[in-house]
């Protein structure tokens, strides 16, 4: 039976370390670009704007009903096909773009049921003491739909992190690409995966201390 190579795991640590940084900018790119179309989905959604309505529909039916890795590829080896211009379009670009629209169609349906959610009581009394439809959102629906949304969109953001192991399909070297090529060139697989596992966990974890520091800080004032 062999021993685990604890020593190599420990060397490599500072070696996979050194592309986090790659694997967070993916993530954080994604997200920010994500949250801003997914809140112009869910303004779509939630005002039904005809035409444009139809069309939210089947982009998000169409992100939600795929997987992801058959995204990255369509966008990395499929449009540079159909379309010249985009022959120069690397693995990052392909990532976040992937990632961007593949979650994009999550979080704008629950930005939208977190405004919906907002009690509607609310709403007609605003309105009733000569609130503008500005004003509505900015001080009564988005706060409280804030409140709802956030521990969602910090569960999608945890798993965009996650998502972005599937760069190293497209050729990029991350966190996930650097323990694959790690691996390969000491046969020590499981020592490369096993090191590779804790640091998306310890990722994970602080950003689920994060999540709930978020969620208390949302809950004082309905804390009475």
């Known amino acids: 039976m062999n021993v685990l190579d ?4 420990l060397q490599l640590v500072p070696v996979l370390l050194s592309y986090l940084p790659l694997t967070l900018e ?17 303004v779509i959604r939630v005002l ?5 309505n139809a ?25 540079p096909q159909l379309f010249s211009a985009l022959t120069e379009i690397n ?19 629950s930005i939208r049921a977190a405004i919906v959610g907002v009690d509607r009581s609310q709403t007609e009394a605003a309105l009733s003491i000569g609130m503008t439809n500005g004003q509505l959102m900015r001080r009564i629906v988005l706060p409280q739909a804030t409140r709802i949304a956030v521990p969602t969109l910090m569960n999608y953001f945890i798993d965009m992190i996650k998502a972005t192991s599937l760069a190293f399909t497209l050729g990029v070297t991350e966190l996930m690409g650097a323990t694959q090529k790690e691996a390969a060139g000491s046969f020590l697989y499981f020592e490369a995966f096993i090191t590779v596992a804790v640091i998306y966990w310890g990722i994970v974890e602080l950003l689920a201390w994060l999540q709930r520091r978020l969620e208390a800080r949302f809950n004082e004032a309905y804390q009475r």
Do not use: W
Request: aromatic share 14%; hydrophobic share 65%.
């Open 6 to 9: 604890v020593d190599y795991m």
């Open 26 to 42: 993916m993530a954080g790119a994604g997200m920010v670009l994500a949250l801003i179309l997914a809140c112009l989905l869910a």
């Open 48 to 52: 039904a704007i005809p035409g444009l």
């Open 55 to 79: 069309l939210t529909l089947l982009f998000i039916s169409f992100f939600r009903g795929t997987p992801l890795l058959v995204q990255l590829f369509l966008f990395y080896y499929g449009l």
């Open 91 to 109: 693995g990052i670009t392909a990532t976040i773009l992937g990632l961007t629209l593949h979650f994009s169609a999550y979080m704008a349906e």
